[in-house]
């Protein structure tokens, strides 16, 4: 959460008004490397995973790996001379980084569903989210005094000279440190043949849940695309010339609301997960995000921002805790590893695919067509809130499904 918060929230406008880049080749830094994020955790990391019950192993190589290979993210990027040219080094090593960011991804889901039950993960989620939270809000306000030096230099100065990459390889590497002392998780396959009544019980279930996993999938890739699909374009909007125009330091302080909102949303979301069951919660944080996104398309004022930015991080946690928490009954113990990974999809795809197939276009549409900036990212922001509407209806029809099956 803490390179979240440092890397995603400068690296959009970085690109777009430092090294020149179009909306939609913004978003690129987001898509290709969870693209890739994905393909890794489904087909190497997840089937490796399950084969050897491995979780911590992937978790600290993961990490490690990433952490090197992020220096040279910023090394090759200082190379070409062209300034576009360099936005594109950036792109394809933050997609070379993320294959080993993906181990350590599908390493963590996996391992939680391990030692923790059914009742104990939305409890357990909101505590890390909470924890997670602490991270993302010192990287946002670390990266919002680093990407201009203190106001000394220009922006961007945190990016081109290095800074920022190399606070979030040490923060990668000192992060591997606690997990040493953590119990390796996965499950003992040998278990499975003690009892073949237990079987052929888990066969018959697996077929349901099959079929009830995947129309969540759906549900889900929805609301996540909808509700991430402007997360890459959100600074960009913020500091626009003739919308708000906020330097790097106020941004900090806008994009500091969603930390806080995980924070306390995730002190209670477990004693809430208790009353609640994890369908009405889910759609409760869906329908906070269309709110938060509403509140983008019309705000007049740095108020509504501040409060729609709070009600976007309360309603990341509610939806990523609920969804966990349905999804881990839906998936047969001993292949955790690797339909997590089809459902980490729905999350990391949402990061970037969706702006570049949905926010990225329409905003580079419309000012092509002599919009201002300001309106055709309103319209971007629009367009998500439609789409996680569609989610709600669909993952409503889902869970009338599930009740009479």
Known sequence: ??????FYTYLS??????????????TLFATLPMIFNILFQTFVWGPLSDRYQKRKTLIILGELFASVSTFFVWFFHTLPSNLHTAGFVIIVGLTFVEIFWSMSN????????????????SNIQGKLRSIGAIGNFIGIWLGGIAYDGLSRFYDGWGFSNGLLFFIASGVMVISTIPMFFVPEGGISLSKKTNNKKHIKSYQKERTYFSHAFGVFIIAMVLINFGRNSVAMIRAQYLTCNGGFNVTSRSLSYIANMSPV???????????VSKFLKDEILLITGALLSIFYLSGYTTATSLITIYISTFLQGASEVIIFASSYSYASRLIPPEHRAKQFAIFNATFFLSWGVAGTLVAGPI???LIKTGKSQVFSYRMSFLAAAILVLSGIFILIRAYRKAKKT
């Open 1 to 6: 959460m803490f390179r979240r918060g440092l």
């Open 13 to 26: 406008i970085y690109l777009r008004y430092f090294l020149g880049l179009s909306v939609t080749e913004t």
């Open 106 to 121: 599908v390493g963590w889901t996996a391992i939680i569903s391990d030692f923790y039950t059914d009742r104990e993960r």
């Open 261 to 271: 909102a995980i924070f306390l949303t995730g002190l209670f979301i477990g004693k």
């Open 363 to 365: 905003a580079d549409l």
